[in-house]
């Protein structure tokens, strides 16, 4: 089983939908929870981190449910710059702070 | 500010040559340092990790080696390409504490011929 895992996509959504990610991981250890975001070709950047509490950036929420070991990102009003790859990443402690990505969801926001 | 720097941005290798790329990082001290690799369309894959000079974790058996001489530098390295090594390869750093994120270089296009 893979320690991170997400619906690779992709998500052809037009313009103003909402669309949801979905990410489990399998070490309950896991400490930190984090989604990036990655531009074709380019390198990944930090989206946002994820709370126990869920958390929210603009038209961005995030959950944990560390009970379930499962992550989640909503997107709303969806605009054409969203389009991306969004990686769900989860950081263990395993004598030195280990960070693994997910794979990625692919994601298409057309006119 | 903290930064990382990753060079080359691209690099054109034939088979059975070695290779060799550096990550440095600035304005932190102690940070735990990544190696990923990325293939065409694919998620990131993670190649090695330090905490520490000298100290070196291998994810997965491969082609490739890692070595970290000094705090902030850490190299990536094969003695012989294989074509299967080709992809874009990131390196990272995080702060060393759990709660912190990892900052990415701006990644290596690596195409072995």
């Known amino acids: 089983r893979k320690e991170v895992e997400q619906d690779p996509g992709p998500f052809n959504v037009p313009e103003g939908a909402t669309v949801a990610f979905n990410c489990t991981y399998s070490n309950s250890a896991s400490q930190s929870f984090f989604w990036y975001r990655q531009d074709c070709r380019k390198e990944p950047k930090l989206l946002m981190s994820?709370?126990?509490s869920g958390n929210e950036d603009g038209r961005f929420t995030a959950q944990l449910n560390r009970a379930s070991q499962y992550i989640s990102l909503l997107i709303r009003d969806s605009k054409l710059s969203d389009s991306a790859t969004y990686l769900c990443?989860?950081?263990?402690?395993?004598?030195?702070?280990?960070?693994?990505f997910g794979a990625g969801t692919r994601l298409f926001v057309k006119a | 500010s903290q930064t990382i720097h990753q060079w080359p941005a691209t690099l054109v290798q034939p088979v059975g040559s070695p290779l060799s790329l550096e990550c440095t990082v600035e304005?932190?001290?102690?940070?735990?340092l990544y190696w990923y690799r990325q293939a065409a369309g694919r998620g990131l894959q993670l190649l090695f990790y330090s905490v520490g000079i000298g100290q070196i974790s291998s994810e997965v058996p491969q082609n490739l080696s890692a070595s970290r001489p000094q705090d902030r530098q850490f190299i990536l390295s094969s003695k012989k390409l294989l074509l299967s090594d080709s992809g874009f390869y990131l390196c990272a750093f995080g702060r060393g504490t759990g709660r912190t994120e990892a900052f990415f270089g701006q990644g290596t296009r690596l195409t072995v011929v």
């Open positions: 990443v989860v950081t263990l402690n395993t004598g030195g702070f280990k960070t693994i």
């Open positions: 304005g932190t001290s102690n940070p735990n």
């Open positions: 994820v709370y126990s």
